[in-house]
């Protein structure tokens, strides 16, 4: 089993920056697909964000986020970031890791979502 850790969110003023992190806590050795969910504030669904491919090699943005976010990764510590700048009142909201074992590029995850293990989210709130 996989245990997906986020930390990081909290509130910060339009404009600024914030970094949130996820550690994936699985057996040793373990390298994962990752990516960020983003669930907005009054909806249901869960639109990703991010991915980053299980070595690095190739990331994915939404469109936007595209300029301002940055995804990366730690491997040795099996952590993801999300370094959010310039951040905008419609980026808010819960922020879900997610992790997956299959080795596709970032892409596939995003055209699919389809990822298998979920951490409990980080509440990311810009104000105005």
């Known amino acids: 089993q996989v245990e997906l850790v986020e930390s990081g969110g909290g509130l910060v003023e339009a404009g600024t920056s914030l970094k949130i992190s996820c550690e994936a806590r699985?057996?040793?050795?373990?390298?994962?697909?990752m990516g960020w969910f983003r669930q907005a504030p009054g909806r249901q669904e869960r639109d990703i964000v991010a991915?980053?491919?299980?070595?690095?090699?190739?990331?994915w943005y939404t469109d936007s986020v595209k300029g301002r976010f940055t995804v990366s990764r730690d491997s040795a510590k099996n952590t993801m970031y999300l370094q959010m700048n310039n951040l905008r009142t419609e980026d808010s909201g819960v922020y879900y890791c997610?992790?997956?074992?299959?080795?596709?590029?970032?892409?596939?995850?995003?055209?699919?979502?389809?990822?298998?293990?979920w951490g409990k989210g980080a509440l990311v709130t810009v104000s105005s």
């Open positions: 699985g057996p040793p050795g373990t390298t994962y697909a």
């Open positions: 991915a980053i491919s299980r070595f690095g090699r190739t990331t």
């Open positions: 997610a992790a997956d074992e299959r080795n596709y590029g970032a892409d596939y995850y995003a055209t699919t979502g389809t990822m298998y293990y």
